[in-house]
């Protein structure tokens, strides 16, 4: 098996068309409205955020049966927390599109009432035999500062697939402004339960590890397209690609995250249980307090020891070992820290990807999650009044 | 039954004695170690920290049995992380004080060594005898601003008794400075348990309500010391002067909060249950999209609606209704706001304490938490390098 890192995003599989245009709810003329669509009809694998107030075009999306031939997906408004008007307005939407079976995704402010025939405006003006998937990547972007893509060719023993992808900012972004969304397409052919397996599978290690905020959203999707054009399929080997990929744009939608200056990867190691090496490593990447020393580059491990103590899991100060940017500050029940171990360690935290490790040395489990720092500009960013 | 609010805080009641010096741990000469003391041996109920890194005057105050008849306080060092060494300290600490059975409670930097003699140089220039709650009330903050203590005399049937509390500031605070500190005096007479059961009935309603950081510290101390000096005791009376006094600190506790400009009210109204209204509840007095909105002054209902809808408990979009401030803003399903409401909430989130009310309207269970918002000065505060 060989997976190449090709150029391209969700256009490089065979078979799908994508572009996007500015039809009016960005009014500085920037992209608001891109479509996806494959020639053949995909089996979709979709993942929807948890939060009970599951936006408009989430349950458009539960209530549709069978394959899909693509979808639309604008940015500026979430078109959550609008009731059954919502509803219809996804299905207004969905019935402008030339083809049939088109699903929608929505990201931006909650409460206000979808613009429909703006979106329909943009809808007639598509070239729907474009292939720029760097267009469509753009204009479902919100604030976020550059737009994600990927694409991988896999080469295993059956010959030869493809799979793009395409994801835009966590958290809650800016004012009002809701939502995670990751497209993913590919030319593998395999059924539909086998997709959305590897999609599960591989959520824990990627989208199920980052945090920016700790906010989840109303309208947090993950759609996966898949056509069957290149009639190829190898479960190990789309597995590896599928998660290279995921693992790929979750860790760009850090980097990108509101006013992150650092990618921070927080590993929680020899915990008894997984879920109390993960409920640790979610715990220092979402902890106010660990996200503004880093933010200071300060190697402060009094607060990395407090966060794990207040987790609530197997642990013991005399068996607890830290070390920040590869710089061991706290050794098994020691304060190793001094002039020369501080000055190493602030300026491993000055860099702008590093990791803080803590060895729990309590058993042989362990997870790493993904956080940014939080500084002056995320605050600048929310607290803004919207307009 | 009468509670008459007087002036002072832990000298109030019968008996006791208090006072504050600068021993030298801050360098900047303010108070930094506090005694508090009665002249009869008191029963003493408490309430630590959950953290499993629980700080060396917990671990030495755990162990301790039988009466207590006083406590000694220092700011500026935790006393946390420090392994056996920490616990010696304490024991130093408490054999050079003139009295028996003394107990002692530390706030400040994690993982460094207690100076020892630097807090006996303290000790031996106290005036046990002085009775000064207020120079008490400020050898104990970090990085308060003012001062907290309050102090009620009770009037009941078989007579009268007297309670007084200070407290110190909620959070992790400053870099590596720890800790809620509470002490709580009162010459009520009734047996450890009864006073034990007044104090966990109390922590509901106020310091399990109060969110700045969301972070746990190694330090969260209360002492409750009861000499019994007034012969009376009655038990609803004690329980709401007790009551009374916990919110009133814990309230003061999140106005103080590092950065905080606000102080604000979350009730979750009409849940399914009490666990499920605290749960939501607490959610959004430490969601950082709703901190940062509310800094902002920004009336912004989606975020709290998508808060609400992340709490994973019993709620639905066309039964909820949000009020901030007094203004309704959503209401059963429905987006209220139009520019008069929207003006008129924005000036509600201007005023330095306000309400945030989300009725759920599927159950007859209401929690009502108590938070901040979360501004530059936050930041600031808690990036600044350690110096």
């Known amino acids: ?115 429909v025939e703006t979106i329909i405006g943009g809808i007639r003006r598509f070239d729907w035999n474009a ?47 809701a939502t995670m969304l990751c497209f993913i397409t590919t030319d593998a052919a395999a059924n539909q339960e086998a997709f959305q397996a590897h999609l599960n599978g591989a959520l824990d290690e990627s989208f199920n590890a980052i945090s920016v905020d700790g906010d989840m959203s109303t309208n947090d999707t993950i759609y996966l397209l898949a056509n069957g054009a290149s009639g190829v399929y190898e479960a190990e080997a789309f597995d590896a690609a599928l998660r290279r990929a995921l693992h790929f744009l979750a860790l760009e939608i850090v980097r990108d995250g509101e006013g992150a200056t650092k990618l921070v990867a927080f590993e929680v190691k020899n915990a008894a249980a997984k879920e109390e090496a993960k409920k640790a490593a979610r715990m220092l990447s979402t902890s106010l307090l660990v996200k503004t020393a880093l933010f200071g580059a300060d190697p402060n491990w009094g607060r990395i020891a407090s966060t794990i103590g207040a987790a609530q899991i197997e642990c013991d100060a005399e068996s607890l070992t830290i070390s920040i940017g590869g710089v061991t500050v706290y050794e098994q029940g020691i304060n190793r820290m001094d002039r020369e171990r501080e000055e190493a360690a602030a300026a491993a935290l000055r860099a702008e990807s590093f990791r803080v490790v803590c060895d729990l040395a309590v058993g042989a489990h362990s997870y790493t999650s993904y956080g940014c720092d939080l500084g002056h500009e995320y605050v600048r960013i929310n607290a803004d009044y919207r307009t």
Chains 1, 2 share one sequence.
């Not at 899909?68 to 939407?93: C, H, R, W, Y």
């Not at 972007?141 to 835009?168: L, N, S, Y």
């Open 131 to 177: 292939a720029c998937g760097d267009a469509a990547a753009k204009a479902i972007m919100t604030t976020d500062r550059w737009e994600k893509q990927i694409a991988f060719e896999v080469r295993c023993d059956g010959g030869t697939f493809t799979i793009g992808a395409m994801a835009k900012g966590a958290g809650m972004i800016a004012p009002q402004l």
């Open 1 to 115: 098996m060989e997976i190449l890192s090709i150029g391209g995003g969700v256009c490089a599989p065979k078979g799908f068309f994508a572009d996007g245009l500015n039809c009016g709810l960005k009014v500085n003329g920037a992209a608001d409205l891109a479509f996806m669509r494959s020639s053949a009809p995909c089996n979709l694998a979709a993942v929807f955020t948890s939060n009970r107030f599951a936006c408009a075009h989430i349950r458009h999306a539960k209530a549709h049966k069978g394959k899909v031939n693509g979808v639309i997906v604008n940015s500026k408004n979430a078109n959550a927390m609008n009731g059954s008007e919502g509803i219809t307005a996804v299905e207004k939407v969905v019935a402008a599109v030339p083809f049939e079976n088109f699903l929608m995704a929505s990201t931006g402010v909650i409460g206000a009432p979808l613009p």
